[in-house]
Structures are given as structure tokens and as C-alpha cells.
């Protein structure tokens, strides 16, 4: 929904991934840049979660706050989900809380649905 309207209820942005984003954002010089949740084929589980910086949303996006953009065929994957921000010893990165996926590995990435 380019308009700008907020998520329905089957995907949520937590807080502090919404931090993250508008600090990425800014630190790689696009202070108005949203990030792309994408879900592709491939990976170690059979799907994968993809993530990058873009300037514009597709005219079909779902556009949550401005800051995440979802294709429709991405959100039928991530229905229910929920992007998050994981800082950690290993490293800081997203994570989706995907109810859908039955396994992953443990890149935490990749993922099956069932």
C-alpha cells in the first residue's frame, strides 16, 4: 500500500527494528530510505529472507510506516510475522518471527514452510 497506510495485523515491526532501519538509513546516507523484506527461493531450508536499503516502494508494496516495504508474494510467506532486531555477541542483525516456517538453519535466514 504505497499510500502510506500502517500494517495490518499480519505483519508487525517491532520498535526497535524500526530504530535500526532510520539508523542504517542515515548512517548509509539515505535518511529517508525504507528497508526491503523480501522472501526468496533458495537456502539451506528451501525459502530465504532478504533485506536491503531502497528509496521507493513497487506500486503493489505493502509500505509500513514509511520505513519497510513487502511485495505481496513476500507477505503471503510472512504472514503473521514479525521483524525484529537481534543484538547479539555474533553479531547485530534482523530476525522475522515467521509462524509459517516449521525449520530453519542456523543462520537463521533460511527457512521451510510446511
Not at 33 to 53: E, I, T
Not at 78 to 86: P, R
Request: with cysteine.
Amino acid at each position: 500500500m504505497p499510500d502510506g497506510s500502517t500494517a495490518p495485523a499480519s505483519f508487525r515491526v517491532t520498535p526497535r527494528a524500526m530504530r535500526q532501519i532510520v539508523e542504517i538509513a542515515t548512517r548509509e546516507g539515505k535518511p529517508q530510505a525504507a528497508l526491503r523484506v523480501a522472501v526468496d527461493a533458495g537456502g539451506c531450508s528451501g525459502f530465504q529472507y532478504r533485506f536491503g536499503l531502497e528509496d521507493q516502494p513497487a506500486e503493489d508494496d505493502l509500505v509500513i510506516e514509511g520505513r519497510v516495504f513487502i511485495d505481496p508474494v513476500s507477505l503471503d510467506l510472512l504472514s503473521g510475522s514479525e521483524l525484529d532486531w537481534n543484538d547479539a555477541l555474533i553479531g547485530a542483525h534482523f530476525t522475522v518471527k515467521n509462524p509459517q516456517a516449521v525449520s530453519g538453519c542456523g543462520c537463521g535466514v533460511s527457512f521451510a514452510i510446511g
